[in-house]
Structure formats: structure tokens, C-alpha cells
């Protein structure tokens, strides 16, 4: 029998010594950052400090949680910012945009040459017959520890030709998270 994400947070914890992470408040979480400058490779989270809402929603921490925070990743999405404000957004779905990308956690590429394809493989259609701008990895989440600095790099090209395409973009990652927890009265 498989871990929950919960068990698979807590195990990784402990095996990093991160042992006052069982004591956080869990929660589900979603971290997103975007790009409204077209460009054919975009970084995400690395530099959002710099950036405000609606553009990320990372805040003044930046590419890293703080201290007994973390996010076991489950899914990881891109959209398509419709205006230099970040305000509105679409999908990548009936855009004709794919996405190749590298997941990065401490310096290390956890996940390396993925592709979000709009017209992609069956393996990432939600029903079998339409498209899903999202990979799953439930089931086999990917965890970013507290303090470790973590960036997705993604290119774009269009779907149907394989040639680069420069477009504005976004990025979320959506999972399990932990929260810091001080169990006292204030």
C-alpha cells in the first residue's frame, strides 16, 4: 500500500532531519509566479520576491518557504498571462502553446525535459479525449524542503511544428503543504 502525500511529506522530512515539520499546520498550497514579457525560456520563482501580486503569489520570501514550511508537490501547471498586469490569464489550451521544462530543488533537477503539451500524449488528458495543461504526479509528489531554493525553467513551442515560440507565461506548483504552527495564544 502507497504513502499518502502526507506520510510521503513527513518520511522525507525526517530523512532530512527536519524533524519539528510533524508538528506544522498541513494544508493544501499553491505557489505560482509569471511572466508578462514574451521570451522563448522563462525562470520561474527565481527573482519573484521582486515581483508583486497578481504577478506571483510568492511574497518577500521569494524561491524558498521559510522555516517549517514546505510543499510536496503533486501538480504543476502553466497559463498564458493575457496582459502585462498579470490580471487575467488563460489556459494553455487553445493557445496551439506546449511547454518543455526542468524542475530544479537545491540545485539539483528533480524533473528534466517534462512537457505540458495542449495537444499532448493520452497519458495527460484528464478524460482520455481532451487536453490538460496539468501533470499529475499523485502519487509520486516531489517535495521542496524549508530554506531550499527551488525554479521551474520552461520554453515554449508550438504544439503542432515543435518550433519555439515566444509568448508570455505562468507556472503553478499545487500540493500538500505545511504550514509554520506556533501552538500558542497570541
Same mark, same amino acid.
Given at each position: 500500500?502507497?504513502?499518502?502525500?502526507?506520510?510521503?511529506?513527513?518520511? !522525507?522530512?525526517?530523512?532530512? *532531519?527536519?524533524?519539528?515539520?510533524?508538528?506544522?499546520?498541513?494544508?493544501?498550497?499553491?505557489?505560482?509566479? #509569471?511572466?508578462?514579457?514574451? =521570451? @522563448?525560456?522563462?525562470?520561474?520563482?527565481?527573482? =519573484?520576491?521582486?515581483?508583486?501580486?497578481? @504577478?506571483?503569489?510568492? $511574497?518577500?520570501?521569494?524561491?524558498?518557504?521559510? !522555516?517549517?514550511?514546505?510543499?510536496? !508537490?503533486?501538480?504543476?501547471?502553466?497559463? %498564458?498571462? #493575457?496582459?502585462? /498586469? *498579470?490580471?487575467?490569464?488563460?489556459?494553455?489550451?487553445? #493557445?496551439?502553446?506546449?511547454?518543455?521544462? /526542468? @524542475?530544479?530543488?537545491?540545485?539539483?533537477? !528533480?524533473?528534466? /525535459? =517534462?512537457?505540458?503539451?495542449?495537444?499532448?500524449?493520452?497519458?495527460?488528458? &484528464?478524460? *482520455?479525449?481532451?487536453? #490538460?495543461?496539468?501533470?499529475?504526479?499523485?502519487?509520486? +509528489?516531489?517535495?521542496?524542503?524549508?530554506?531550499?531554493?527551488?525554479?521551474?525553467?520552461?520554453?515554449?513551442?508550438?504544439?503542432?511544428?515543435?518550433?519555439?515560440?515566444?509568448?508570455?507565461? +505562468?507556472?503553478? @506548483?499545487? *500540493?500538500? $503543504?505545511?504550514?509554520?504552527?506556533?501552538?500558542? &495564544? %497570541?
Amino acid at each position: 500500500m502507497g504513502m499518502s502525500a502526507q506520510q510521503k511529506m513527513l518520511h !522525507v522530512a525526517d530523512r532530512l *532531519g527536519l524533524t519539528t515539520l510533524k508538528d506544522m499546520q498541513g494544508t493544501t498550497r499553491m505557489v505560482y509566479d #509569471s511572466q508578462t514579457t514574451a =521570451a @522563448l525560456t522563462h525562470t520561474f520563482f527565481k527573482g =519573484a520576491a521582486q515581483r508583486a501580486f497578481p @504577478l506571483t503569489n510568492v $511574497g518577500a520570501n521569494g524561491n524558498q518557504f521559510q !522555516v517549517d514550511e514546505a510543499l510536496l !508537490v503533486e501538480k504543476i501547471a502553466f497559463f %498564458i498571462p #493575457s496582459a502585462a /498586469d *498579470g490580471i487575467s490569464y488563460g489556459s494553455l489550451n487553445g #493557445s496551439g502553446i506546449s511547454v518543455k521544462f /526542468d @524542475l530544479v530543488i537545491g540545485n539539483k533537477t !528533480v524533473i528534466k /525535459d =517534462a512537457t505540458c503539451e495542449l495537444g499532448g500524449e493520452q497519458a495527460f488528458f &484528464t478524460d *482520455g479525449t481532451v487536453g #490538460s495543461a496539468v501533470i499529475d504526479l499523485e502519487g509520486a +509528489g516531489i517535495l521542496i524542503p524549508p530554506q531550499v531554493e527551488y525554479y521551474v525553467v520552461a520554453k515554449t513551442f508550438t504544439w503542432n511544428t515543435r518550433v519555439a515560440s515566444s509568448v508570455r507565461l +505562468g507556472c503553478y @506548483l499545487f *500540493g500538500t $503543504g505545511a504550514l509554520l504552527n506556533f501552538n500558542t &495564544t %497570541i
